[in-house]
């Protein structure tokens, strides 16, 4: 392919070394993902430009003819993409010259690639958060759907990865579900600040040609034109806001992860993956890994780097437009690639696991489960809360030099701790009526959790058949 010469070279008197232009390309990387936002914005700016008088219709028209070959191009996969045009915007406008002539050379009229980049980056970005939003959406159903399944299901609740008091295995999965209904929240006002339009802004200091900045905003569907063309160049918050959502989403999803894995080893043995969602070892035959939650675990660090990467890149730049910010969009795409998809195969995971029951029911007793709510016993009996906890807390030492249960301690082993306990203390002990005792708001009480689910089947619009 013959060497031609760059858009922008007309002040050069050489050409640029190879090296070069491996180095400074970015087209291998971003033209798969931004060339159809490029072809919007062009679009929306030919149209602009055609209704000021800038250009005429008949460019304007052959533009939009030229734009959508090219489009049908790439599609198809004919479009061939060129490093030495350096990136999707040079690459789409060369070709486009090559096309259709004169009328191409208009269309960058009151246009920078500065503008033109972060117009792409901020359309590529609301398309990237609708499609992680469908992707929790997804995961807090198979959430709920495997809380309805297993209704009732008492577990252990831990702090501190110690026995602490019982819970219903749903009230656990449901608060996964608020966590990615926070997470959804944050793109969704992510989304809100970043529905600015650039366009318009040019290289930093606008125009002085007659552009309807408003026109472009409302043909690529923006809030409104953003105010200052400096900052509407400059700045890449809207990307930092964005895998700073990410991240948030991937250690929610990562420590679902460690639980589930936790939970299938044979030391928990509370949950069973299905084969169609496990591996096995190359070397040892009897070998089932959770390895699609491992990964999750695991590629949270990724998408945390991706946001780290974007701080440090954009901590120390002069403002305007820099050539760094080229590389904001590597962590940005590996990001969102990453966390849908974390979100889909742990949506898929939790559609094919199966929590053990009998082994659960069986693991109860040890931890003294039911302690605070012998404690909360006493306090019903007067007895202030700290005294409570050092008379319960003697009571779990005799059990534990016993090697019984709270509920196995007879009234005569009660009151020799103390006089205050009656026959009553029995409807408190063990971790079914532990649970049941459960009663404040958004407690792991049954009747709470039935409220819990009964909000989030109507939220997701699940039929609870």
Not at 17 to 22: K, P
Not at 69 to 90: A, L, N, P, Q, T
Not at 109 to 132: E, F, G, K, M, P
Not at 349 to 367: M, Q
Request: charged share 25%.
């Amino acid at each position: 392919m013959e060497k031609e010469s760059k858009l922008w070279g007309g002040r050069f008197e050489g050409g640029v070394y190879e090296s070069v232009e491996r180095f400074t390309e970015s087209v291998s990387f971003e033209a798969e993902e931004l060339w159809m936002h490029d072809i919007r914005g062009s679009l929306a700016h030919a149209n602009m430009l055609a209704t000021l008088g800038l250009i005429t219709e008949w460019d304007r028209d052959q533009i939009i003819e030229g734009l959508s070959k090219i489009k049908k191009m790439i599609e198809s996969g004919e479009f061939v993409w060129r490093k030495d045009r350096e990136d999707v915007h040079m690459n789409i406008e060369a070709a486009l010259t090559d096309m259709i002539g004169e009328p191409a050379k208009k269309l960058h009229t009151a246009r920078s690639r500065n503008d033109q980049v972060v117009t792409d980056l901020r359309l590529w970005c609301r398309d990237a958060i609708d499609r992680i939003l469908t992707r929790i959406k997804q995961l807090q159903v198979q959430l709920v759907l495997l809380a309805l399944r297993n209704d009732g299901l008492i577990i252990p609740g831990y702090t501190h990865l110690q026995r602490a008091q019982p819970i219903l295995l749903q009230h656990l999965l449901l608060s996964y579900v608020e966590q990615l209904q926070r997470d959804a929240g944050r793109l969704i006002d992510c989304k809100e600040r970043l529905n600015f339009c650039p366009l318009g802004a040019c290289a930093l200091a606008g125009t002085g040609l007659p552009i309807d900045r408003l026109m472009t905003s409302q043909e690529l569907a923006f809030t409104a034109p953003i105010r200052n063309s400096i900052d509407a160049v400059s700045d890449r918050d809207f990307v930092l806001e964005l895998l700073s959502a990410n991240s948030i989403t991937a250690v929610h999803l990562s420590r679902l992860g460690e639980e589930w894995v936790l939970w299938a080893s044979e030391e928990f043995g509370f949950v069973t993956p299905s084969d169609s969602v496990s591996t096995g070892s190359s070397i040892m035959p009897q070998k089932k890994n959770p390895d699609p939650m491992e990964l999750v675990r695991g590629k949270s660090a990724r998408v945390i780097g991706d946001l780290v990467s974007l701080l440090v890149l954009c901590k120390g730049l002069p403002s305007a437009y820099n050539r760094d910010l080229q590389e904001d969009k590597e962590p940005l795409f590996d990001s969102v690639k990453a966390i849908i998809g974390m979100l889909e195969v742990t949506s898929v995971f939790a559609a094919n696991i199966t929590f053990n029951h009998e082994r659960i029911r069986s693991s109860l007793p040890a931890g003294y489960l039911d302690a605070t709510t012998l404690a909360d016993y006493l306090v019903k009996k007067g007895m202030p809360f700290r005294t409570s906890h050092e008379v319960v807390g003697r009571t779990v030492a005799l059990c534990v030099a016993k090697k019984c249960q709270l509920s196995d301690l007879s009234l005569d082993d009660l009151w020799g701790i103390n006089s205050i306990f009656e026959k009553d203390v029995y409807d408190f002990l063990g971790v079914e009526n532990a649970v049941n005792k459960f009663t404040s708001y958004g407690s792991t009480g049954s009747a709470e959790v039935q409220k819990q689910l009964q909000f989030w089947c109507s939220k997701l619009e699940i039929t609870n058949s």
